[in-house]
C-alpha cells in the first residue's frame, strides 16, 4: 500500500529530480511528481512508522502538515496466498492535531527506489532466477536540509535488504526477516511454485544505527537492494520465472523550514 498527499509543496523529493511530469508512480493516481508525495508505504512486512517517541515530559513532537487543499490517495495491493476468495479490508486510523501548533517540527518524505519513474510501477525484472545478486538504485541527490528521523526498507521474497551510502560511505542496513509471523507464512506456494516463507519484517534505521542524522542539500544518496534466491525463495511466476523484485526505502526527515500550503 502506498498512500499519497496531492497537494501545494509537496512534490515528491526524489521523482521531481527525475521525471516532474511524466513519472508513472504519480501519473496512475491522476497527479504528478510536482503535485504529489509518498509519504506512507508498507508491504507484508507491515512497517510501523512512528513519528513520535512517547518520552515523559516531552515538549517537542513531529508531524506532517495538512492543508485544507490537501487530496489522498491511495495505491493498494492486496496478494491472496490460499488459492480462495476472501475479502479484505483496510482500515487507517489517522492520529489529527488541529492547527499547525509551534511545538511541530514537519515532516517531509523521501522515497529512494532502485526503480524511480522507470514505468514499471517501482518493479524490476529479476535479473538472475538463483545465487546473489544486487540492485543499485541511481543515487539522489539531495534537495533540501533536514535532521533524518529514520529510514525502512522494502525488498520483495529472496531480498536479504536494502543498504544505503551516503556519499560513498556506508551507513545503514535495513534487513528483512522472514517467517516471524503468521501472516507471513502460507500454506501453498503461488501457482509457479517458490517461497511458501515470506518477508515479515525490515528492521529501521534509526537513532545509533543511523550514524548520518542529517540530511544535507547536495549530499548524495544510494540505495542497494541485496538479494539472494538460495538464502530466500522467490515467489515464481506460472512460468516458473522468479517474479518481479523491488527495493525501495521511505526516508522521514524533518525540514528545516515550514511547508508552504494553504
Ligand atoms: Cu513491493
Given at each position: 500500500m502506498v498512500m499519497y498527499n496531492e497537494g501545494q509543496d509537496a512534490a515528491d523529493a526524489t521523482a521531481v529530480t527525475v521525471a516532474p511530469e511524466t513519472c508513472d508512480s504519480h501519473t496512475t493516481i491522476g497527479s504528478t511528481a510536482s503535485k504529489s508525495e509518498r509519504w506512507y508505504a508498507s508491504g507484508n512486512e507491515r512497517s510501523h512508522s512512528a513519528f513520535n517517541m512517547n518520552l515523559p515530559n516531552n515538549t517537542i513532537w513531529n508531524g506532517y502538515p495538512l492543508y485544507p487543499s490537501d487530496n489522498f490517495h491511495f495505491k493498494i495491493e492486496l496478494m491472496n496466498m490460499n488459492h480462495e476468495a476472501q475479502i479484505g479490508y483496510v482500515t487507517v486510523t489517522y492520529d489529527i492535531v488541529e492547527g499547525?501548533?509551534?511545538n511541530f517540527r514537519e515532516i517531509k518524505p523521501v522515497w529512494l527506489d532502485a526503480a524511480l519513474c522507470t514505468g514499471t510501477g517501482s518493479e524490476i525484472t529479476a535479473p538472475q532466477q538463483s545465487g546473489k545478486f544486487s540492485v543499485v538504485a541511481e543515487p539522489w541527490v539531495a534537495t533540501f536540509d533536514g535532521a533524518i528521523l529514520g529510514i525502512a526498507g522494502h525488498v520483495h521474497d529472496g531480498g536479504v535488504g536494502v543498504r544505503f551510502e551516503v556519499d560513498g560511505q556506508h551507513v545503514c542496513d535495513s534487513v528483512a526477516t522472514y517467517?516471524?509471523?503468521?501472516?507471513?507464512?502460507?500454506?501453498k506456494p503461488m501457482m509457479g511454485g517458490g517461497a511458501t516463507v515470506h518477508v515479515s519484517a525490515m528492521s529501521t534505521c534509526i537513532g545509533p544505527l543511523l550514524p548520518v542524522k542529517e540530511l544535507k542539500k547536495g549530499q548524495k544518496w544510494t540505495l542497494i537492494a541485496d538479494y539472494d534466491y538460495d538464502k530466500h525463495l522467490g515467489i515464481l511466476e506460472e512460468d516458473g520465472k522468479q517474479s518481479d523484485i523491488m527495493g525501495i526505502a521511505l526516508l522521514f526527515a524533518l525540514r528545516s523550514d515550514k511547508r508552504q500550503a494553504s
Open positions: 499547525h501548533p509551534e517467517g516471524s509471523t503468521s501472516g507471513s507464512i502460507s500454506p
